[in-house]
């Protein structure tokens, strides 16, 4: 967890982002290590956990990480969150949670509340158009023989 909390710190003093740090572990060893990068790289996806996520499965030449686990500052968010089970991690540890860091300004509470439905006047307008022809592409998929899943 130290690893992770220095690469918070090392990015919150070069303004890169956020006090967020990340870092993958496999079989006690440190994989990757990043921190927030979104005003850095003008990127809202650049939280340390997508990175980490991205860092890793770089190095290992693999999507699947289930044989990693996370360490990371703050609880994730629902962005990373989501990334971290596409990512197949079956471990996370984190620092502090989303109350504590509601409490400087990082509120997730709204993000929250539409996951639930309990929000809907600050919902994404989300229109489905073209099904037919977008049903085409998984048809296509669907007979690829040389596809593989993840």
Known sequence: MQAAIDEAREGMEHNHGGPFGAIIVRDGKIISRTHNKVLLTND????????AIRQASGILE??????????TSSQPCPMCLAAIYWARIRKVYFGTNKEDVAAIGFDDNLFYKLIRGEDTENAVEIVNINRKECLELLKEWDEKNDKKMY
């Not at 809202?44 to 990175?51: F, I, K, N, R, Y």
């Not at 693999?62 to 360490?71: G, P």
């Open 44 to 51: 809202p996806t650049a939280h340390a956990e997508v990175l």
């Open 62 to 71: 693999n999507f699947d990480l289930s044989d990693c686990e996370i360490y």
